[in-house]
């Protein structure tokens, strides 16, 4: 009977933070062809080799050697402590900086949140934060790349939690969730924050997240050869949402909606792109590598997943491609606020075989 | 067996119970995960996953020996089960060493399913194996004992199928919740606004543990109970489970979120399906079993009313 008493003296109060505090104490100074390497979806278990697996993680990295290492969620799954920590180790063996947004799975382990999150936080070269506040979800932060010469912010990489599941769930099924509308307000303080140390402008900046946004399959709906990658769910999901699911038929998609966004459309694909996102990437559904465009009455930008990294769960094939969807996506940040994308296909085979899809100009 | 030794021999089985409860809690997350993957890990973990469905097998030989039904039944589970149990955890065992030397495992300890894995259940299963084969033994070697207690099954054979299917799928729906209900200690999101919702929670995983603790010590005790006892003590806990599950609803009703908040890692399937099957499992868990018994217990006195109806009138 200590648990209750235990919890009730552990209650605190919410905490605002300033603004400030929500950006990287470190300084990562930017320089032309900055490189981000988005992994994704590496899903360690209690069943993973992670001495094979980290390998394979090192091999990606070393593949496209970036200058820092996004991790968009669901790094675990039903994962004991002693995974937890090994997948830290093997982020803290790239020996670049890196962070973490977390993914709907990532929860689901022999461990508190705030076990995960202290783990994260403290690992060496990590960019990881969680500020203590009132804003919903854990991983809601933002990586200022200075500029050396004028000390100003040249590219900001947003880190958001999509959470996982809402709180408006079916009685029988659990639904997506998206990112909160007091995340997108405090996204807009961030940039808002951000545009201010850079005289008034809007700093150019890509947006990490785990869940899929709406305006995926608007875009797909719209382009579905796309700038980059497929889309190779191969099953329809029956929970989409009828909005979706309606929209998809009216334009003739008969393979039904392959993608597993939240459950409802937010503001912030809009609201990001008024302040200068250039790009929006997520993980979740692994077999998709699939990107494009998409223009909204706001503006236009890039929306994209990245590749799945590594075996583990489940994976794709491509048979038009002749390899594995699985490596890392990276992208190249230019001083002009465009960026490059490159998809790093790396095989698990004996010599880590490499293969490549770039798009340039973003 | 006197009380002491008997009470001593319970302990022993509640030790493998919680012992059974934690591996399997942590196996049901593991085999989710074998089952989604495209890449099987079944050749991999088939040694843990035999190691923890042996140390659950131990704790049915156990009740069965703590229970049996009749004095040639005791000896024929203490020979049958017990060559069975050593078979199976020779062969975890010996499997786990073939992995290690194979190099599959890389060392002793490897990062997986516990911390000192696969050592802990290399260790475990030598010592199934032993306690299999001491199982045997004495079936072979057993002589006679007036002192031991027998527990005679009273109901007819459609019944026994059914109780022996419910309470096996309970027993295992049970080891499972008690290692969520150990595992919440530890893992439990302290200090949220909720913690009165986990605690609802809580309680209701620790019930069908309560349930068995309570029948194996306490109410199959070799006293024989009235037919009146028995329904008071299924209608006394329905109350209770009636209660925790009210109180387990409220928390829902006003904190629709708090499980996704505070208890997705004990509900892994759940959440790896998109399926909300726990809040329904935990709350008939507490309530079908005294709910079932009160019932029959219905049945049967219903059935002894009318046999003393009709006995007088026979006699008219």
């Given at each position: 009977m200590l648990l209750p008493l235990v919890f009730l003296c552990s209650c605190g109060a919410a905490k605002n933070p300033d603004i400030s505090a929500y950006f990287n104490k470190e300084n990562l100074t930017f320089h032309e062809g900055y490189k981000i390497l988005q992994l994704t979806d590496i899903h360690w278990s209690s069943n993973t080799d992670v001495l094979t697996q980290g390998a394979y993680l090192q091999a990606v990295v070393k593949a496209a050697n970036p200058d820092f290492v996004m991790v968009t969620g669901d790094s675990l799954l039903g994962a004991t402590t002693s995974t937890a920590q090994a997948i830290a180790g093997v982020f803290e063996s790239f020996g670049k900086p890196f962070a973490i947004t977390w993914g709907n799975?990532?929860?689901?382990?022999?461990?508190s949140p705030r076990w995960l999150s202290n783990l994260f936080k403290n690992a060496r070269n990590s960019f990881y934060d969680e500020v203590d506040d009132a804003v919903f979800g854990r991983s809601n932060y933002v990586i200022s790349l200075t500029d050396s010469m004028t000390g100003k912010p040249a590219w900001d990489l947003y880190s958001l939690?999509?959470?996982?599941?809402?709180?408006?769930?079916n009685a029988l099924y659990y639904n997506y969730d998206v990112i909160h509308d007091d995340q997108i307000a405090w996204f807009q303080q961030a940039a808002a924050y951000s545009a201010s140390q850079n005289g008034g402008n809007a700093v150019p900046g890509l947006a990490y997240f785990h869940i899929p946004l709406w305006e995926w399959s608007y875009a797909y709906i719209k382009d579905q050869k796309g700038l980059i990658g497929e889309v190779?769910?191969?099953?329809?999901?029956?929970?989409?949402?009828s909005e979706l699911r309606k929209a998809y038929e009216e334009a003739g998609i008969t393979a039904g909606v392959r993608f597993w966004p939240g459950y409802k459309q937010t503001a912030f694909f809009d609201d990001a792109v008024k302040v200068g996102v250039k790009g929006f990437f997520c993980g979740h559904d692994h077999s998709n590598d699939w990107g494009t465009k998409y223009t909204s009455s706001a503006g236009t930008a890039y929306v994209g997943y990245g590749v799945k990294s590594g075996k583990e769960l489940y994976y794709a094939h491509s048979d038009k491609r002749g390899w594995d969807i699985i490596g890392g996506s990276l992208a190249t940040l230019h001083a002009n606020g465009k960026f490059d994308l490159t998809h790093y296909y790396v095989q698990d085979d004996s010599v880590y075989t490499v293969h490549t899809e770039e798009v340039t100009g973003l | 067996m006197n009380s002491k030794t008997r009470y001593l021999a319970l302990a022993i089985e509640a030790i493998v119970y919680l012992l059974a409860s934690l591996s399997l809690f942590t196996l049901v997350a593991s085999m989710g995960n074998a089952i989604g993957s495209t890449v099987s890990v079944f050749p991999r973990m088939a040694p843990y996953y035999l190691s923890v469905t042996v140390l659950t097998y131990l704790l049915f030989i156990l009740h069965s020996l703590l229970f049996p039904k009749n004095e040639r039944l005791f000896r024929l589970s203490l020979k049958a089960n017990g060559i069975v149990l050593a078979a199976l955890s020779f062969i975890a065992a010996l499997s786990i060493l073939i992995k290690v030397i194979s190099k599959e495992y890389q060392s002793f300890l490897i990062v997986g399913p516990s911390p000192l894995f696969p050592l802990d259940y290399f260790l475990l299963d030598l010592a199934l194996t032993a306690v299999g084969v001491l199982f045997a033994l004495k079936g072979f070697r057993y002589q006679s004992n007036s002192g031991r207690l027998d527990f005679p099954y009273e109901h007819g054979l459609i019944r026994r199928i059914f109780a022996t299917v419910f309470r096996g799928l309970f027993i295992l729906l049970s080891l499972y919740l008690s290692g969520s209900f150990i595992m919440v200690i530890g893992i439990a999101n302290y200090g949220s606004s909720t913690w009165w919702c986990m605690l609802s929670l809580w309680l209701l995983l620790g019930v069908p543990a309560g349930y068995l603790f309570y029948h194996d010590f306490f109410f199959k005790n070799g006293k024989k109970k009235s037919l009146e006892q028995k329904k008071m003590i299924a209608l006394f806990t329905l109350g209770g489970a009636l209660f925790l599950d009210a109180f387990f609803l409220f928390a829902l009703l006003l904190n629709r979120n708090f499980i996704v908040e505070d208890a997705t890692a004990l509900f892994v399937l759940d959440f790896m399906k998109s399926v909300n099957a726990a809040p329904y499992l935990v709350s008939l868990m507490a309530i079908l079993p005294p709910f079932i018994a009160y019932l029959a217990l219905l049945i049967e006195s219903k059935g002894k009313a009318k046999s003393l109806q009709k006995a007088p009138e026979k006699g008219q």
């Open positions: 799975h990532d929860r689901e382990g022999e461990y939690d999509s959470n996982s599941y809402p709180e408006s769930q190779l769910e191969n099953s329809a999901n029956s929970f989409a949402p | -």
